[in-house]
């Protein structure tokens, strides 16, 4: 079998040098103060470091994600600390860190998130620091509580909803933005299934701020759709994992990816609801113990994370959890983050130009 990590998704052809890019202005890129609008998605629990600065230097958002949920709370924000400042080393433009947020049943930050939004709030005290760390992103609950931690922080607040009800509840709360997520994302998913060709244009006419739109979306096909359905800029997170530019994860999740055919999802309950992943002997072994009804919550919960770590870190493909979205099935090869990401940008913009070339004038028609 030919070895399609080789590969690359482009020409082949090296572009030849210029001095000025093309690319696609929107109320994203502008508020953000970045080239392209196009965003990596949180993943994890494991470090994305690397990958967030690959593509932020590339003039899109990385997200730096946490270190997992079952981290001490203050070891864990310790250790994000330190992602962040790796992050720094590395790039010099803006990015982000994503935060899972849940609330208690009086409304209170669960203390694994309350320390990681604290730890993110602490960070950006630092000038250096508050240069290129511009954005935090939250999801898997209603961004209300964690909005009071940052609320004054001068962060750009972006929160991540599969509904249109979610979406207009977060910007009431004062989001800045909104990732609408389609249920073809990978991660954590939604109860009620509302696909992106739905979920997009739904969200855009009814809230006024940003919106950029996730789920099934690899190139720049996918972002000229997204701003034809009305959002501002694209998230994407198996696409980014399948890189050369992720050497925080084991390879062989990336190869994993490459492999998959469509239809080896399967959703699941994972630690904040549903979640896609590629079907492993884990999620089979999650079944059975959920299935028991003699595992409490707590240990259910650390399961998941250990197993989701050992598929990230160690490169467990069997014992591991492989969160990832419906779009594997269509990927072939492995990309450079640097090539792809404004790659993406031409392509959206000869496939809107195509589009356009497309448009008419006719007679009316008699009577």
Known sequence: MPDRRLKRESSGVAPAPVTNVSTLSTRFTTLLGITHPVMQEGLGPYKTVHLAAAVSNAGGLGTVSIPGISEAPAAGARKLRGYIEQACALTERPFAVNIPVGADKHGNVLPFSAAYVGAVVEAVRDREIARRLRVITTSAGPPAAARRLIADSGLVHIHKVGGTRQAVRAAAEGVDMVIASGYEAGGHTHARPVHTFVLGPSVSEAVRCPVILAGGIRDGRGLAAALALGADAVALGT?????????????????????????????????????????????????????????????????????????????????????????????????????????????????????????????????
């Open 239 to 367: 696409r980014f994992v399948a890189s050369h530019d992720n050497p925080d994860w084991h390879p062989a999740y990336a190869e994993r990816i490459l492999r998959a055919r469509e239809g080896e999802d399967i959703v699941f309950q994972a630690l904040y609801g549903p979640s896609r992943a590629l079907m492993s002997a884990a999620i089979d072994e999650l079944a059975a113990m959920e299935a028991t009804g003699s595992w409490s919550e707590e240990a259910l919960t650390h399961f998941k994370d250990e197993r989701l770590i050992a598929a990230q870190q160690a490169g467990d493909m069997t014992g591991g959890i492989l969160p990832c979205g419906q779009i594997a099935g269509a990927l072939q090869d492995l990309i450079h983050v640097a090539e792809f990401v404004p790659g993406m940008v031409r392509d959206a913009i000869a496939v809107l130009a195509q589009v356009r070339a497309h448009i008419v004038t006719v007679s009316p028609l008699p009577g």
